[in-house]
């Protein structure tokens, strides 16, 4: 992929985060500024995973998102669509269960997980509502999904400036920390023209969520969405 294309084909999206795996955790974290390990801790919160619930988490690439989860005592499976990412996430934890899946097409059954969880990730699925509809299947009935991504800064003048870093600033800095900058010019244009959090939430509450909500993270350069699979009422 050489440049930026937002008419996503799993293949090429998978290629392109294979490429980055081996440099993808240091790179993110010079990226933003050191705000990604905050924001994996605000996830962890929101999942809020007990000893023995299972949480399956997409997008999971070199498992380190996984990581509060099995801290909590909680079963963690990490599933992401890139093998390269799989493959140095099994080499530095070769104990948790790396798991190849599409998030539109997941391999697991019904009503499986207590949680769902996927950060930065959701973004780059090539269906969002057929991803969301396939969270919901796997979730137990009373789970919850929680889904961090970048968002839509809500300070007009803010956006403006974080707009002009995502295009300007993002790709040299990529360039030199990471081993397929086009990458991040890509990530940079799906951020801009992903939907804002009311538009998010009104996706999960049309792939079946309910008690939907939201909280911006960083003056809404990141949304944390979190919603939940209703009980079936009693007969």
């Known amino acids: 992929m050489t440049r930026a294309s937002l008419e996503k084909q799993p293949h090429e999206v998978a290629s392109m985060f294979d490429d980055v795996a081996e440099r993808y955790d240091l790179t993110n974290d010079v990226l933003s500024l050191g705000q ?68 539109t097409r997941l391999p697991f059954r019904d009503d499986t997980f207590d949680a769902v969880t996927i950060s930065f990730g959701l973004r780059n699925v090539q269906d969002t509502d057929a991803a969301l509809r396939e969270m919901y299947r796997v979730t137990r009935p009373g789970g919850r999904v929680v889904i961090c991504e970048f968002s839509h800064p809500t300070w007009a003048p803010f956006r403006t400036v974080y707009t002009e870093y995502l295009m300007r600033a993002l790709p040299p800095v990529a360039r030199a920390v990471s081993s397929n900058p086009d990458a991040y010019v890509y990530l940079a244009e799906s951020i801009r023209a992903w939907p804002d959090q009311p538009a998010l939430a009104h996706h999960l509450r049309e792939a079946g969520w309910s008690s939907v909500a939201w909280r911006n993270l960083s003056g809404g350069v990141v949304a944390l969405h979190r919603a939940f699979k209703t009980q079936p009422s009693a007969a």
Do not use: I
């Not at 999942?47 to 998102?65: E, F, H, I, N, Y």
């Not at 909680?74 to 599409?102: E, H, I, N």
């Open 36 to 103: 990604d390990r905050r924001w994996r801790k605000e996830v962890a919160r929101a999942v809020d995973a007990r000893p023995a619930q299972k949480v399956l988490d997409l997008a999971a690439g070199t498992g380190t998102s996984s990581l509060p989860f099995t801290r909590a005592g909680a079963y963690v499976v990490p599933c992401d669509f890139s093998l390269g990412m799989l493959q140095v996430g099994k080499r530095r934890q070769p104990w948790m269960p790396f798991t190849a899946g599409d998030a």
